[in-house]
């Protein structure tokens, strides 16, 4: 089992300004795709970034693809062999998306320049951009430009992939292709997925981790965390103050997410976004009530 | 495992050459580059009809039109990347080849100034201009001398964006070196001494006579232009390893900060040798 660990992580804690973004975090992983979830400031990029070799942990050991990056030839090991979007990516200017895939594929010392070019090209159209390669970044929607940044975490089919929020922005006919994309990447390569989108999880992952405060609160199959929500979803005509949760859905009728059936509530099936709400408790307590 | 995934890591040496070639590329296509080279052909069509025996406006243009513009290019190539640092860092090649890479593109800027020195020179030689007092070796030193302004204003560049965060700071750099080459250079107008040669000379770019449109009180300043040359070529080589301290982490950034500290004694020594050098105004 713990020669299949792609990423391990033993009380890897990180501070910032004495505030604790990561806690003393125990956690392993192998291939297959992981669901990150939490709520602001949780510590799923810091965790990411750590991972990413980006940020040295305050404290605890990191090992990644089978070895500790502590040296710079470990580092660059490790650095070829993983992919990284980060949570916020800019570009620079002038850059068409061909180009910036290309100059990253460069620092990803793709040298040889056919082979590079090809490259690009397969990533690129991965993410379905095929037929915008020229176009400048600047010219792209806010959507393109985040498939633009999941290219060049795509280049060379790396074995560990770190995607923090990959479908911010993305419209939902591009979110599907880009859940076929990942779907395919996680049966080769350890995927780690940073999300607030609890469907994405859903749909993608065998496995969530939900961080709070920098500690992890659940660490499973997805389907068992779904299973924690059961009997504790009702839908009513009325919201319910009690309720951990409640809005007004697209039918009319609210859902209410707790423990205690409201009067004349019907019982309906959780989901894991109903689940990771109550999981997370007086810190997810909100009444959302749609228009 | 596809083939894609099981390629081999390429040498150090390969990325660095194929990084520093798209960089060279990037800064060939920089507007302010390119502007740069404009005013380079322009000026020479404008004070071609003026030239006198100090050639001075000739000497200056690259270090002004190529060397100083390049710091700006320089500063902001270098940070062009940090929008997306994170996916950066995460890469195999790391900030000090990164670095050493916009170093090399500084070539191309360096390029032009050799272009313009060897045209000035071929033209100088085939026209009838009035003699200087500088010896023909001297001659080329000054004007190399030039080349070496157009690098080194684009490697201060890259240090000053590797080193500075606030926005403006390329501009500012070059402001840095316009203000230090004037305040040196300033020391023309004192009597001639060797604490004013070597207010002049510690300059990154070194006037070598007075500049007068009618050709009268024209003299060349003391000083070795050799050791001046080599004074600046050592500050380049200072502003590439500061650039690349920057980046380094461990034995690598210790071994950088020994060759910063060799480097500036070298400079300090080449500078010794180019003010030890008869100060006397030599008149034309």
């Not at chain 1, 923090?164 to 419209?171: A, L, M, S």
């Not at chain 2, 000497?59 to 940070?79: I, K």
């Not at chain 2, 990164?98 to 191309?108: E, P, Q």
Request: aromatic share 6%; glycine share 10%; net charge positive.
């Amino acid at each position: 089992m713990t020669a299949a660990r792609t990423v391990s992580l033993t009380g890897v804690t990180k501070r910032y300004r004495g505030t604790p973004a990561l806690d003393s975090v125990d956690l392993a992983f192998g291939p297959g795709i992981t669901g990150l979830l939490g709520p602001n400031g949780a510590g799923k990029t810091t965790f990411l970034r750590i991972v990413a070799t980006v940020l040295a942990p305050d404290a605890g050991e990191v090992r990644l693809l089978g070895r500790i990056p502590d040296t710079p030839d470990r580092l660059a090991e490790v650095r070829r062999r993983l992919g990284y979007l980060p949570q916020e990516m800019g570009f620079p200017r002038g850059f068409t998306a061909f180009g910036f895939v290309d100059y990253m594929a460069v620092l990803k010392e793709w040298t040889a320049r056919a082979p590079r070019h090809d490259e690009v090209r397969r990533v690129l159209s991965l993410v379905d951009l095929g037929d915008l390669t020229t176009k400048r970044i600047s010219a792209l929607s806010g959507g393109q430009r985040r498939r633009v940044a999941l290219a060049q975490a795509l280049l060379g089919e790396p074995e560990l992939l770190l995607l923090d929020e990959p479908t911010t922005g993305v419209d939902p006919e591009q979110r599907v292709t880009l859940r076929q994309v990942l779907s395919r990447a996680g049966e080769r390569s350890t995927v780690l997925l940073s999300t607030h989108q609890t469907e994405d999880v859903a749909a993608l992952c065998d496995r969530v981790v939900v961080l709070d405060a920098g500690r992890v609160r659940f660490d499973g199959p997805v389907v068992d965390l779904v299973a924690t929500a059961a009997g504790r979803v009702w839908l009513a005509d009325a919201p319910d103050r009690a309720a951990r949760a409640s809005w007004r859905t697209g039918s009319g009728r609210h859902r209410n997410v707790g423990e205690a059936a409201p009067s004349g509530a019907e019982l309906a099936e959780p989901t894991l976004e109903d689940a990771y709400l109550l999981l997370l408790g007086d810190r997810a307590r909100t009444t959302a009530v749609a228009a | 495992m596809t083939a894609v995934a099981g390629r081999r890591a390429a040498p150090a040496e390969a990325t660095l050459r194929t990084l520093a070639w798209v960089e060279a590329r990037r800064w060939a296509r920089h507007p302010l580059f390119l502007l740069g080279c404009a005013l380079l052909i322009w000026g020479a069509v404008g004070i071609w009809n003026n030239l006198d025996a100090t050639f001075n406006e000739f000497r200056v243009a690259p270090a002004f039109c190529v060397g100083v513009l390049g710091a700006l290019v320089g500063c902001q190539l270098t940070r062009s990347m940090s929008r997306s640092t994170d996916a950066v860092a995460a890469a195999p090649a790391d900030g000090v080849l990164r670095t050493a890479a916009l170093c090399l593109a500084c070539l191309v800027p360096g390029a032009v100034g050799l272009l313009w020195v060897t045209w000035l020179y071929v033209a100088a030689m085939a026209m009838p201009t009035p003699q200087s007092a500088l010896s023909t070796a001297d001659q080329i030193a000054v004007l190399l001398s030039g080349v070496v302004a157009s690098v080194g204003g684009p490697l201060f560049g890259v240090m000053v964006g590797r080193w500075t965060r606030f926005p403006g700071a390329g501009l500012v750099g070059a402001v840095v070196l316009i203000g230090w080459t004037i305040l040196g250079n300033s020391s023309l107008i004192q009597p001639a001494s060797r604490l004013n040669d070597l207010v002049r000379l510690n300059a990154p770019y070194a006037f070598w006579t007075s500049s007068d449109n009618d050709h009268s009180h024209i003299w060349v300043a003391g000083g070795s232009p050799w050791w001046h040359l080599a004074y600046v070529v050592l500050l380049c080589g200072l502003a590439a390893t500061a650039a690349m301290v920057h980046e380094a982490v461990g034995a690598r950034r210790s071994r950088l900060w020994r060759i910063l500290a060799e480097l500036a004694g070298l400079a300090v020594v080449a500078l010794a040798l180019a003010v030890a050098a008869d100060p006397t105004r030599v008149p034309l």
